[in-house]
């Protein structure tokens, strides 16, 4: 099971409605009025990261405006100091460039555990 712990944490959003259900750690946007959605798509705005699981209709706790986390929710292979967008499952991932924005920047990957400054 994935976690996602604030180990500096930054704002924490807690208003608006799931569009779909969410999974903890993964990456949202804003897809109408203080409605929210995975984001898939790395060249679109991001808003946050979802702290726990959510249904669809549910008011999400969304971590947003900086702060430092760990998580073991990522894709792919990351080092220190990488730039990371949003993967086409909305986990944090390496390569950004061409067009995505970043929404973090990667700290240190120990034991499968990812720690990371968040920019969004």
């Known amino acids: 099971m994935g976690f996602i712990?604030?180990?500096?944490?930054?704002?924490?959003?807690?208003?608006?409605y799931m569009d779909e259900d969410g999974q903890l750690g993964r990456v949202v946007n804003v897809v109408g009025d203080d409605?929210?959605?995975?984001?898939?798509?790395?060249t679109k705005q991001s808003f946050g990261i979802l702290m726990k699981y959510y249904k669809k209709g549910d008011m999400p706790g969304i971590y947003c405006n900086g702060g430092v986390y760990e998580t073991d929710v990522f894709k792919g292979n990351i080092s220190?100091?990488?730039?990371?967008?949003?993967?086409?499952?909305?986990?944090?991932?390496?390569?950004?460039?061409?067009?995505?924005l970043v929404v973090a920047q990667a700290i240190s990957v120990q034991?499968?555990?990812?720690?990371?400054?968040?920019?969004i």
């Open 5 to 16: 712990n604030p180990c500096h944490r930054g704002l924490a959003y807690g208003d608006g």
């Open 35 to 42: 409605l929210f959605a995975i984001n898939t798509d790395p």
């Open 80 to 100: 220190a100091g990488d730039e990371l967008k949003v993967a086409n499952n909305g986990k944090l991932t390496a390569g950004a460039g061409g067009g995505d």
């Open 111 to 119: 034991g499968g555990i990812l720690k990371f400054r968040l920019f």
